[in-house]
């Protein structure tokens, strides 16, 4: 039987990878590539993983890479997946660090995923080193089209999954908490989301788009934080089981017109738990029914919430505490409301849970908040992720599960 491997040579060995993970980051952060168009960034994580001596499958779901990691003998799989895709907004300018900005117009990696990538293939490789000292079987999925909800069900849909279907499957996301530490999401993550529009004709139409917008704007039981003081009482209410966070509604309407000039006001929301779209359905049905020439027209379902296995949760919890210390790891209670993450696909066929990775260092100007239009990382966090995630897929193998 391999022999047992303690935190401190995981460690070391991944330190060995520290600095040219950095680099893969730049060089990904410098080169982004919107949902769909991953080539360059998916030649460079296969590149890698084949030198590493994984067997690696390419074009799955688009640009999507599925990398096998076998162990010294057989025991169980497990899945670990990271998004490639960057943003891509016209309205986009020339931002971030100086030295290795985007050189892309328009595109820039706002949600970290570069990061995500480049964990990933640390993990790899760091797993890879001491393949003679584990049993079992390691997929990583390194996903396209994650911006435009399409990338998992792409690579689901192409038999990413199928081949050798895993036990569990685990994830990490850059997150606004202090670089070194970790946040777990047991029995929550990130919500789904819906949409819908509402066509308005005759002469009460403005009228009636009227209504309907104010209607919709009220459902609302959070809002955008417009400053730090109010972004750090939206984090301070993920902390809270009973809080604002415990149920909410999300919404952002938009008026425009069809082609004839009438009003036409297009809705997209979020909410949790997911249960409340139907609700959320119903009361606009209610709403529209009496108004003349309006139809409310909407998606064919929701999109799923990413739900986090409370079970696992812990497990990383108790694991990454141990490893890297008590202060390391914290729980939040409620979801973030105003992102969603396609990684909910892979969680409604495979029990698994995503993590927190903390990328924020306020001293060095760095907020470590996805999506924010300044978004900046600590690139040390590069190195826990690696340390903390390697090391818990190990003891997910050792485990037993029954």
């Known amino acids: 039987m391999p022999s047992a491997l303690d935190s401190q040579e995981i460690g ?51 640009h999507g890479v599925v ?35 985007s050189l892309v117009p328009g595109t820039a990696h706002l949600c970290g995923h570069d990061l995500h990538t480049a964990v990933g293939v640390g993990v790899a490789q760091v797993l890879a080193r001491l393949r003679e000292r584990w049993h079992g079987r390691i997929v990583f999925l390194f996903q396209p089209a994650e911006e435009t909800l399409a990338g998992a069900r792409a690579m689901i849909e192409d038999g990413a999954l199928e081949h050798t279907p895993p036990r569990e499957v685990y994830a990490l996301h850059c997150g606004p908490f202090p670089v070194g530490t970790f946040a777990v999401m047991p029995g929550h993550g990130l919500p789904g989301q819906d949409h819908f529009q509402v066509e308005l004709t005759g002469p009460d139409a403005a009228s009636d788009a009227r209504r309907i917008l104010d209607l919709v704007d009220g459902l609302s039981t959070v809002r955008l934080p417009r400053n730090p003081v109010e972004y750090d ?79 696992l949760s812990e497990a990383a919890a108790r694991y990454l505490r141990g490893a890297l210390g008590p202060d390391a790891v914290e729980v939040l209670h409620a979801s973030f409301p105003f992102n969603g993450e396609d990684f909910a696909l892979f969680l409604n066929g495979v029990p698994g849970a995503m993590f927190y990775l903390g990328v924020a260092n306020p001293e060095a100007g760095m907020n470590g908040a996805p999506h924010a239009p300044d978004f900046a990382a600590d690139e040390r966090a590069l190195g826990f992720g690696v340390r903390g995630m390697a090391g818990f897929l190990l003891s997910r193998l050792a485990a037993d599960v029954a």
């Open 12 to 62: 070391n060995i991944a330190q060995e990878f520290d600095n040219d993970l950095v680099l893969l980051r730049r060089d990904i952060h410098r080169h982004p590539e919107p949902a769909g168009a991953e080539e360059r960034t998916a030649a460079l994580v296969a590149e890698r993983l084949r030198a590493a001596g994984l067997t690696v499958t390419t074009g799955v779901g688009g």
């Open 67 to 101: 990398a096998v990691l076998d162990g010294a003998g057989p025991g169980p799989t497990l899945a670990y997946r990271a998004d490639m895709d960057a943003v891509d907004d016209d309205e986009l300018d020339e931002l971030f660090e100086s030295d290795f900005a």
């Open 233 to 311: 009482r939206l984090l301070a209410d993920l902390r809270d089981p009973d809080g604002p966070l415990a149920r909410f509604v999300v919404t952002w309407p938009e008026l425009t017109a069809l082609d004839d000039g009438s009003p036409l006001v297009r809705v997209s929301l979020r909410a949790w738990p997911d249960g409340r779209y139907a609700e959320i359905r119903d009361t606009v049905r209610a709403a529209v029914e009496p108004l003349p020439g309006a139809t409310a027209v909407f998606a064919d379902e929701p999109f799923p919430a990413m739900v986090c296995s409370p079970e």
